[in-house]
């Protein structure tokens, strides 16, 4: 069957620490890849897809990164948080019409 | 480039009444369109689709017809329970880049 994992699933953080939130698939070959952010209040926000190893596209500027150093593992990276990256982020793959999310993971940057 | 726009909400219903959450969308080429739902405390749900012009999604009583004439994907529910209360997101998928787009969802609630 196909999962896809993302951990860890809460964090505390301090303004100015490092993150690494991390997504892996499992069932599949070659799924486009995805990291999103839901912040308070807003809406669903893109912030990276993957078609592939190494392929990583970036929606809008900010201060995280993204990697996919394998095929089915998708990370998202800062090197220094700032409070307002705090939010509700989300991995999510697909596969022909069907999407598949993460469980979630809750960024709080104090 | 490709974008979703929703009505904003809250909206503010009584059981049983209808609704229409707005939806239209721009992009080019064909893409597919979908609705979500977020329950308050969990993550997004699968609530329908639909892949070209003129199909309609259902499922639990919502439907949402593509229409690419106007560009919308309007979501409808004859009579609404207090159970629906969520956030409800449009989204389309781009046929060329496989790139998932997403509104800003819209917050309903339903009192008895």
């Known amino acids: 069957s196909q999962t896809i994992h993302q951990w860890p699933a809460t964090l505390v953080q301090p303004v100015g620490s490092p993150l690494s939130l991390e997504c892996t698939v499992e069932?599949?070959?070659?799924?486009?890849l995805y990291w999103y952010r839901q912040a308070a209040g807003r809406g669903l926000q893109l912030l990276f897809y993957s078609v592939g190893i190494g392929q990583i596209s970036s929606e809008v500027p900010q201060n995280l990164s993204a990697s996919r150093p394998q095929d089915r593992q998708f990370i998202l990276s800062s090197k220094k948080l700032l409070l307002s990256d705090s939010g509700f982020y989300l991995c999510?793959?697909?596969?022909?019409?069907?999407?598949?999310f993460g469980e979630g993971s809750w960024l709080t940057v104090v | 480039g490709n974008s979703v726009t929703q009505m904003e909400g809250p909206v503010t219903l009584s059981e049983e009444a209808f609704l229409t959450i707005n939806c239209t969308y721009t992009a080019t080429g064909y893409p597919s369109l979908f609705w979500y739902v977020q329950y308050p405390g969990e993550g997004l749900q699968l609530l329908l689709k639909a892949t070209k012009a003129d199909d309609k999604g259902s499922n639990k009583g919502f439907e949402a017809t593509y229409r690419k004439e106007t560009t919308s994907f309007h979501l409808e529910k004859g009579s609404v329970q207090v159970s629906d209360s969520a956030v409800y997101f449009c989204a389309l998928r781009d046929s060329d880049t496989d790139k998932l787009i997403f509104g800003t969802g819209t917050r309903l609630q339903v009192f008895p």
């Open positions: 069932g599949t070959s070659n799924p486009n």
């Open positions: 999510a793959w697909t596969t022909g019409n069907t999407i598949y």
